[in-house]
């Protein structure tokens, strides 16, 4: 049997434990498909997804809830917009339009017949060049400074897998930038 040496011990303990249980009962909460909780996994991953929650009332006055999400499917993006200007004679114009385009991740470079030209992929090769050597510049300079951020105590590992991984990709990004403006594509 378990004997506590004072109140706190044992109020500790039940604390920890009803702490430990309720975030328990919220992750099989989140984890269940069928219950009335949104599914994790179907929240919106990419910049073409979105997601519209409505409340209305009921013609009982109970609050009714509904949740809608557009998992880029179908592959379309849409986009309106309202606008009003004024107009010379003192009135206002009303302008309502809307688009529907197919969305795109990466906008690539179309030539003649819907086929890339050489200098396009040239230029496609000579930015990927660049951004594998901006990488590497990125690990050889990182490797210097990750052992001093990781010297910090509790949140150092983390904070220099973070500097690590972010360093790779700005500089990634920038030298291919640089590496495209410099052979002018």
Known sequence: MIQF???????SLVLGGGLIATNFMSLNLLARKDSGIPDIAKLSSTPYSSIQIRSETGADGAEEWSFASRQHDPKTMLSY????????????????THKESVAQFITYPQGSDGKLTEDQIACIEKMAQG?????????????????????????GPVLAGIFFGQ???QVGSLAS?????????
Do not use: Y
């Open 5 to 11: 040496k004072s109140f706190n011990g044992l109020t």
């Open 177 to 185: 930038e640089a590496a495209g403006q410099w052979n002018d594509c």
């Open 167 to 169: 360093a790779r990709k």
């Open 131 to 155: 951004k594998s050597n901006g990488m590497m510049i990125a690990d050889a300079t990182s490797v210097q400074v990750t052992p001093a951020i990781a010297s910090v105590p509790i949140v």
């Open 81 to 96: 917009t309202d606008s009003e200007k004024p107009t010379f004679n003192g009135g206002i114009k009303r302008t309502h």
